[in-house]
């Protein structure tokens, strides 16, 4: 018996009809590719010289090839900057309203000293460069850039001096330099920024005091400066950063104890003094807070004999004290 298919069939009109769709199809193509140009499938043009783009402000555009050139571009995970004509379609260059707003090259190999034309980045808001190799002092010309509300430094090899200068970043709302070589103080004025959220200076060879300006801002809600070489007391003012939940500064020089003040912030939840010459009972006040973390091993501080103070002691999730009893 002869089985029919008839859903494969092709009478002569459908195949007609297929025949001229594909026409039609061919047709449609021709006519898109010649109104989008007969470059349409060509390569992107090779990058020649700033002046002969039009996609950035000459200024920017340098910025970006003084900084690729600086830090040894070819050698870069990923170094296929200078490869395209618009500086815009650069690995990790990411342009808004004909300037560059954002710079994510963590992870990149890049090796050597932020250049200061990185101030010409007039529109930048956020600068990704963790964990590469940058070198030497950051450039003054940081604290120039008004619209910068991120900046990741993590895990270089950055040495020399906070600059001052990045005081002046109102905008600023994350300053993430841990992991790096840097020396010298904390500037003052760091803590005075209205908008700054974490400030992260672990793992430095940071000395001097901690500014007592640090205690005014009501925005910060991280403050590590772990690992360091910082000398003094806790300043009483920090008692005001009633943003604050993490506060770490083990690791130190600091003398003294911990201010009584600390216990009027509402949200710290992680509180961190080990391996510090700290001594002095535990302030009463600190019972008054929700803490879920409080290292001070390694110091000569004290906890009350109070039996709400060693009660709350012990509900504290993660507790590492030094057995110590105040007498």
Request: hydrophobic share 40%; proline share 8%; net charge negative.
């Amino acid at each position: 018996m002869q089985i029919k298919n008839r859903f494969f069939q092709l009478r002569p009109r459908s195949l007609r009809i297929i025949i001229i769709s594909s026409a039609v199809v061919v047709a449609l193509f021709s006519i898109v590719t010649a109104t989008l140009g007969k470059n349409l499938f060509a390569p992107a043009k090779a990058f020649t010289d700033c002046a002969s783009q039009s996609y950035l402000p000459v200024l920017e555009c340098d910025a970006l090839v003084v900084l690729y050139t600086s830090t040894n571009g070819l050698g870069w995970n990923y170094p296929i900057w200078l490869g395209k004509d618009n500086p815009c379609m650069w690995y990790g260059v990411y342009c808004h309203g004909g300037s560059v707003v954002n710079l994510a090259l963590d992870d990149m190999n890049i090796d050597g000293p932020l250049p200061p034309e990185i101030g010409n980045l007039t529109n930048l808001v956020n600068l990704w460069m963790d964990n590469n190799k940058i070198t030497g002092p950051l450039p003054a010309e940081l604290g120039s850039l008004a619209k910068l509300e991120q900046i990741h430094l993590n895990k270089n090899l950055i040495t020399g001096a906070i600059p001052p200068e990045l005081a002046n970043l109102t905008s600023l709302q994350k300053l993430y330099l841990g992991s790096n070589q840097l020396t010298g103080s904390i500037p003052a004025g760091l803590g005075s920024l209205p908008n700054l959220n974490i400030l992260a200076l672990q793992n430095n060879q940071l000395t001097g005091s901690i500014p007592a300006d640090i205690g005014s801002s009501t925005s910060l809600i991280l403050f590590w400066a772990y690992n360091n070489q910082l000398s003094g007391p806790i300043p009483a003012s920090l008692g005001g950063m009633t943003s604050l939940q993490f506060l770490n500064l083990s690791s130190n020089q600091l003398t003294g104890s911990i201010p009584a003040g600390l216990g009027s912030l509402p949200n710290l939840y992680d509180l961190n003094v080990h391996d510090n010459p700290m001594n002095g009972p535990l302030p009463l006040e600190l019972a008054a807070l929700s803490l879920g973390i409080l290292h001070y091993y390694d110091t000569t501080l004290c906890a009350p004999p109070d039996l709400a103070f060693q009660t709350w002691l012990a509900a504290i999730p993660d507790l590492q004290d030094n057995g110590a009893i105040c007498p």
